[in-house]
């Protein structure tokens, strides 16, 4: 990625903090040994009017994909420990609203390489379930709890 | 109004960009000899549970005011002529997916003073209607045309 300039890191964290979303999932992997996989990313929204705007931000982060949804919006994700982490650690210092949930996506990062046993890997799916309540997202169908279940039969 | 940093200017536009408003507005004034006014105004918005943060908006910002709405969202607003100018001119450089509203209201802004006979109000009324489109707000109640039939009558 990109070493942003400090105005583009000023910018890009006011814009995120304002329509940004940093985010953590757990998705089904039935060819996981652990069944799950932690996700990590990081969007960016905005109406397809303005999709200029979303190839901007890709020229200056170089990862990350753009699709156009149906409902007339853009979305640019980004996507992947690395990719994030070194965005994040970017922006750190000049992220301000979002802050609790770029230290959180940080940590998960950090711990994801030693997550291999059952035990370890469940304690950072709770730490996923913290995303539910900073993003105010609605009631996710995959959950710590549902790792938790699984893991066990 | 304080004069900015380099780094908070850029990160103002960039949530300005994200999740904030550049306006203008026909409001109807029966003590106007015109009948009516022009408003400008920038707003930011935010879930009231992140209120802290709009207040340190105010105090880099000075002018404005902050007001719980009772959707569970805050909204911070500044109004007038002057502090509108002052904030703009300053973010006029780092702001990329609102320029055209913020050159919009710059132009209104430096009109409004010649705007005193009904013609030359009635010009600048028909620039504030082009804020429907740009904002993709919905249908305003005072349009241009409002003005025109009062003031014909």
Chains 1, 2 share one sequence.
């Not at 998960?108 to 370890?120: G, S």
Request: aromatic share 10%; with cysteine.
């Amino acid at each position: 990625m990109n070493k942003l300039s400090e105005a583009t890191k000023y910018y890009i964290a006011g814009f995120l903090d304002g329509d940004g979303c940093i985010n953590a999932q757990i998705v089904k992997r039935d060819d996981y040994k652990l069944k799950f996989q932690i996700k990590v990313y990081v969007s960016f929204y905005q109406k397809t009017k303005h999709h200029w705007f979303l190839i901007w931000l890709q020229k200056n982060l170089e990862y990350g994909s753009i699709r156009k949804r149906n409902d007339g919006m853009s979305e640019y994700t980004i996507t992947g420990p690395d990719p994030v982490q070194n965005l994040l650690k970017q922006l750190e210092p000049m992220v301000r609203i979002k802050k609790p949930q770029l230290k959180l996506v940080l940590q998960i990062i950090k711990e994801l390489p030693k997550a291999k046993d059952p035990q370890t890997f469940l304690a950072l799916c709770e730490s996923v379930d913290r995303f539910e309540q900073l993003n105010f997202s609605k009631k996710r169908k995959i959950n710590s709890e549902t790792v938790r279940s699984i893991l066990k039969s």
